[in-house]
């Protein structure tokens, strides 16, 4: 793996940490993007991005990890939110 995509990933990490909240058991690719896009300087790789790579690169990562809430077998997903339940397999 690259050193970019290392990083990438760390900022995806820290976003993810900063937009799950504890009293749910679920985290959506809204959500993430939105502290990515709220925080620039904290993101420095990823806020310079375009949507569509920015959304690409957290389905990937969180697909990676987690079960999606709502499998679907056919047609487009409309919304992309992963059960983290206590979070097992987040590296902060």
């Known amino acids: ?3 970019r995509k ?6 995806i990490d820290l976003a993810f940490s900063r937009a799950y909240e504890p009293k749910n058991t679920m985290v959506s690719r809204q959500a993430i993007e939105g502290e990515i896009t709220s925080y620039p300087s904290l993101y420095p790789l990823l806020s310079r991005q375009s949507s569509r790579y920015l959304r690409y690169v957290i389905t990937m990562e969180m697909n990676a990890r987690y079960p999606l809430w709502n499998e679907k077998k056919a047609g487009k997903r409309s919304t992309w939110v992963w059960f983290v339940g206590d979070r097992p397999g987040v590296v902060v």
Do not use: F, P
């Open 1 to 3: 793996m690259t050193v």
């Open 6 to 11: 290392d990083n990438e990933r760390k900022e």
